[in-house]
């Protein structure tokens, strides 16, 4: 560090925890004063002698004063210059100690970027790129040894994380001269080895399925990280860090801390019904609050593997992506359907000044509804697979009485019915379906769908078209045209719940039994909606027949009032 030294400052400065440090004087370059752990303070002269950096010990504080090492440095300085350091006594002359590279870097990234980058880690990362010049002494690293490891990382195709790591050996070398190890950056002035040209990647409703589909294949944790990556629209490490705690289900809220935020601004996303699905299946690790982990400790990484075998499924010979790629593509799906600048930037949390002032410093929580429609909009250019498809009918027809366990109960009437209500909406014609064989891709009709062999498969997550097929065929279901049908006044029954059909129904039969009034039919509607707060018109209907059926009251059902008669088919 650097100062003006002065007898007051000199009796401030604090022992070394640890190892000695040395503080510079201001007035005399070359002056400093080196302080150990026991509270020592040694003058010294620090000089390139013969292209070497040497030190030159004047004496001890306070037996020799501030104004005699001063007078005493002036003395070396000057005869270094004028070449007469030979008069020097050997004695007094002690070499520095040599740092390398690889022994300034771990310093660099402890007292420098741990508490000024976030991204500390990555910084780390990147300097690990010039290992081959970490056995060399920092003061004699030339221009070309950088500019050689620069050459090597754009050789090995990453042009950009050329620059990065520019960027990064310029910062350690400045904050190298801050602390006197060296007196000039060998890359001071250094040009970025490469254009950075913004990307504009993005990908198509076709690729967006494709890695749907190829995420859900990969269980978990892969696969429910792909899943809510492509629905939040939030960045792959905001993603992968999710915790528990951050998460209110109840209010389908995300609240992103600002300590985890790129931007360093807290940020609350809603979650979609099917992101709130997919989050109550993950499996909770015990005294673990990270969302996406296999260990409990750590988040999850590895993808770059993950991309790998995502690649597969885009298509090898597809125009390369990122996962950045996919924030990118959920902001231009947006700006199509017209959705205002501001509410896609609140969606992705951008700083970008279109927001900017006192609104963005106070306004933290403003804008949850529109971004909770923008990303209602956006799912419409979402495909989901049939068992994502069956669970959204079924949460549609049922509600909160919906299990997701019913995509394993077979003889569950809620999955019998939820089954039966996709395959309607997929014989109407209204719910786009695509269908993907190995060599080709084709949209579902409803010919197909409407097949004596047509069968939705939830095991495997796939249909089959025909009795002859050879293996289940991989589908991508509309999300949101499925969703519009199944609300269409009540086309696919029932709406309500099979539990209020069932208790109406019985409802009805002992009103029969016991004489009571059950005509005319809308009185008996009016009094069951009061009972039954989910019932259905739909499903009193079917109640209100099953139970005259039950009963055998004729007269009922041809306008009558009920008769105190027992019918033949009680007695």
């Known amino acids: 560090m650097k ?51 040497k030190r030159i010990r004047i004496g001890a504080y306070p037996i020799v004063s501030l104004a005699d090492a001063r007078e005493k440095a002036r003395d070396i300085l000057r005869d270094i210059e004028l070449g007469q350091y030979d008069q020097i006594s050997p004695s007094v002359v002690e070499p520095a100690p040599r740092l390398t590279l690889g022994d300034v870097v771990p310093q660099f990234i402890e007292l420098y970027a741990k508490p000024r980058n976030r991204d500390w880690r990555g910084t780390d990362r990147v300097l690990q790129k010039f290992a081959p010049l970490f056995p060399c002494p920092i003061d004699e690293i030339k221009r070309a040894d950088i500019v050689r490891v620069l050459d090597t990382i754009i050789a090995g195709g990453a042009p950009t994380r050329a620059n990065r790591a520019l960027a990064a050996i310029k910062k350690l070398m400045n904050w190298c001269i801050d602390r006197g190890m060296i007196e000039i950056s060998p890359v001071a002035a250094l040009r970025p080895p490469t254009k950075e040209i913004a990307r504009d990647r993005v990908l198509t409703d076709e690729e967006m399925i494709s890695i749907w589909h190829a995420g859900a294949s990969e269980g978990f944790p892969f696969a429910h990280f792909t899943q809510l990556l492509i629905l939040t629209g939030q960045r792959r490490g905001e993603v992968a860090g999710m915790r528990w705690s951050e998460l209110d289900l109840d209010k389908a809220i995300w609240t992103l801390p600002a300590k985890r935020a790129k931007n360093a601004t807290s940020h609350i996303v809603p979650l979609a019904p099917l ?38 499924a885009v298509g090898l010979d597809a125009e390369d992506w990122r996962f950045h790629d996919l924030r990118r593509t959920m902001a231009t799906n947006m700006a199509i359907m017209r959705i205002q600048p501001h509410i896609i930037e609140a969606v992705l949390n951008h700083k970008t000044g279109i927001v900017s002032g006192v609104a963005a410093t106070y306004n933290r929580h403003a804008y949850l509804d529109e971004k909770r429609e923008a990303l209602a909009e956006i799912k419409k250019k979402i495909f989901v697979s049939p068992v994502a498809a069956f669970q959204t009918v079924g949460l549609e027809n049922f509600g909160s009485d919906w299990d997701d366990e019913c995509i394993h109960e077979e003889d569950s009437e809620l999955r019998r019915v939820a089954l039966k209500n996709l395959r309607l909406a997929l014989q109407s014609g209204t719910v786009q379906a695509i269908c993907y064989s190995d060599r080709s891709e084709h949209v579902l009709t409803p010919i197909e769908a409407a097949g004596e062999y047509f069968r939705i498969d939830l095991e495997s997550d796939c249909i089959n078209l025909s009795f002859f097929a050879g293996k289940p065929i991989r589908a991508a279901i509309h999300a949101e045209d499925l969703k519009a049908f199944i609300r269409n006044n009540g086309e696919v029954p029932p709406v309500a719940t099979v539990g209020a059909k069932t ?9 029969i039994r016991n004489g009571e009034r059950v005509k005319p039919k ?20 079917d109640a209100r027949k099953e139970a005259i059926s039950e009963t055998g009251r004729t007269d009922i059902a041809k306008g009558g009032r009920p008769s105190t008669k027992p019918s033949s088919r009680e007695t």
Do not use: N
């Open 3 to 53: 100062k003006k030294l002065t007898p007051k400052t000199i009796d401030a400065l604090p022992p070394a925890a640890g190892k000695r440090y040395e503080v510079h004087d201001q007035l005399l370059p070359g002056l400093h004063l080196r302080v150990s752990a026991t509270g020592g303070k040694v003058f010294g002269v620090s000089r390139r002698i013969d292209g070497r950096m």
């Open 275 to 312: 992101a709130i699905l997919i989050l109550k299946s993950v499996p909770r690790f015990l005294d673990s609050d990270l969302v996406f982990t296999t260990t409990g400790d750590t988040p999850i990484s590895g993808f770059g593997r993950l991309k790998e075998r995502l690649d597969i």
């Open 503 to 511: 208790a109406c129904r019985k409802w009805i039969v002992t009103r």
């Open 522 to 541: 809308e009185f008996l509607w009016a009094e069951a909606l009061r009972q039954f707060t989910r019932l259905s018109r739909r499903a009193f209907e």
